[in-house]
């Protein structure tokens, strides 16, 4: 019942959005307030184990990537930085491999900390929240890396965000 009346609200409130698309217009602000706030992993045991954040804001964000010495994730051994801006797209198809999920929504994010060669660097994705607070983005391993539109994922990662 209250995910119902936080949709309807949302959904109310973007009618007061000016847009030449009444309908994008609603949809992006939906998908934004879905989105919006700060995503952690667990301890992701990679080569060095990592726990990686990303904050969305209205298309702004943050992303802190923690690497740790050890695979307990207790000892940080080095902290990386990133801010980004992203435009929310059109859902897509997604196979339904990872929780169930059928549909993804492509999101363009482009890199704009400042210092770091690779600003203005655009990455083409994917994501999916489910239940309201895992989010799950697109599986960039291989050849739908993400490089360009034509690249974009097709498929989502098994890796979970959970929403804090």
């Known amino acids: 019942m209250n995910r119902r009346l936080l949709l309807i609200g949302i959904l109310l409130a973007s009618a007061g ?8 217009a609603a ?10 706030g700060s995503w952690s992993t667990a301890c992701l045991q990679t080569n060095p184990p990592l ?10 964000g943050s992303g802190e990537f923690s690497y740790f010495s050890d695979d307990a994730c207790a000892d940080v051994a080095m902290i990386e930085t990133s801010t980004f801006s992203y435009s929310i797209g059109e859902d ?5 491999s990872v929780q169930g999920i059928t549909t993804a929504t492509r999101i363009d994010i482009t890199e704009t900390t400042e210092g770091s060669p690779y600003k203005g660097n655009i990455e083409y994705d994917i994501y999916a929240i489910r239940d309201l607070i895992e989010l799950y983005v697109g599986d960039s391993e291989g050849l739908y890396d993400g490089t360009s539109a034509s690249l974009r994922p097709t498929q989502l990662d098994s890796t979970v ?4």
Do not use: H, M, W, Y
């Open 17 to 24: 959005c000016s847009s030449d698309d009444p309908e994008a």
């Open 27 to 36: 949809t992006a602000t939906l998908s934004n307030a879905l989105l919006n």
């Open 51 to 60: 726990i990686a954040s990303v904050t969305f804001n209205d298309g702004e």
């Open 92 to 96: 897509v198809t997604v196979d339904g």
């Open 161 to 164: 965000f959970i929403k804090q």
